[in-house]
């Protein structure tokens, strides 16, 4: 979700706070909260404003993975023909501890036609500094030391988790055949994965046109494995943590006592026999 707080002129001494305000109360909102308000502004209906959005975003997402991708954070845009040196100082305190905000000015020009022009100039984060702000960011979590977690892990017997394997393998859901590319990666050897390589590998399978829409495509698996109702999946999946809901997940490896009985259904689902009774 963008929240832009825009001044007709100058930005005054607090057109971050009221920004933050701002992003703060749309953090809160549900995806069904975002169709509607948009199906309203659309002056159209709910289903035509989830469409648009879909278009949007990604084409291929289903109903679960379109609202699973809504909303999981906010960035600010902050417009204006100048800006107080006050805000300036609080915007290079929130860049600088990773909140996604930016300042525009926004320069006017009437030719001698009397036409109207407009130049918006990005003054921070300056468009030079910006990519090496994101690399350090990416950096600087990729060296906390990781945690490793199992948020919830499940503790069926085997047949009972077997059964629920079963089913959300046949799940009919764009995602699932991902799922199943993830878990034969993982199956190719016994041993941890990074995620830079179950990337490069997703993207070998083709799963995703480039390797963009690949990282948001193993994103997605990373969001359904954390989901309550999955704890079964994590019961079958390690993995690594930099800590919080939205946090780097990494080193990825199938529990080795459950290899063959993941083995065997992914083989079968390969061969198009039926995984459910």
Same mark, same amino acid.
């Given at each position: ?13 607090d ?15 549900? $995806?069904?909260? !975002?169709?509607?308000?948009?199906? +309203?502004? #659309?002056?159209?209906?709910? *289903?035509?404003? &989830? =469409? /648009? ?47 996604e905000?930016?300042?525009i ?7 001698s036609?009397? $036409?109207?022009? !407009?130049?918006?100039?990005?003054? +921070?984060? #300056?468009?030079?500094?910006? *990519?090496?702000? &994101? =690399? /350090? ?17 499940g ?31 993982l ?78 259904l ?12």
């Open positions: 979700m963008v929240v832009i707080e825009l001044k007709r002129d100058k930005s005054g001494n057109a971050e706070l009221q920004a933050i305000k701002y992003a703060s109360y749309c953090s809160a909102f549900h $995806s069904d909260e !975002i169709f509607s308000y948009y199906a +309203l502004y #659309l002056k159209s209906n709910v *289903d035509e404003a &989830k =469409r /648009k959005i879909r278009e949007f975003i990604d084409d291929e997402l289903d109903d679960e993975e379109l609202e699973d991708s809504l909303n999981r954070d906010q960035r600010i845009i902050l417009v204006a023909g100048e800006f107080n040196s006050d805000v300036i100082s609080a915007v290079l305190w929130l860049l600088s501890h990773e909140i905000i930016k300042c000015r926004l320069e006017t020009y009437i030719d036609n009397g $036409s109207l022009f !407009i130049n918006p100039d990005v003054i +921070l984060p #300056l468009p030079e500094a910006e *990519d090496i702000l &994101k =690399r /350090k960011q990416i950096k600087e979590k990729e060296s906390r030391p990781p945690i490793i977690t199992y948020d919830d892990k503790t069926f017997n085997l047949s009972d988790l077997e059964e629920r394997l079963r089913t959300t393998l046949n799940r009919p859901s764009k995602l699932t055949p991902r799922l199943i590319n993830l878990l034969e990666i199956l190719s050897e016994d041993r941890v994965f990074r995620r830079e390589e179950v990337l490069r590998m997703l993207f070998e399978k083709k799963v995703g046109s480039d390797v963009g829409q690949t990282g948001r495509y193993l994103s997605g698996l990373s969001q359904f494995l954390t989901k309550k109702r999955n704890s079964h999946l994590r019961q079958i999946i390690e993995y690594t943590t930099t800590g919080g809901p939205g946090g780097l997940k990494d080193n990825y490896k199938i529990t080795s006592e459950y290899r063959e009985l993941i083995k065997s992914v083989d079968q689902l390969n061969k198009g026999k039926p995984t459910c009774e």
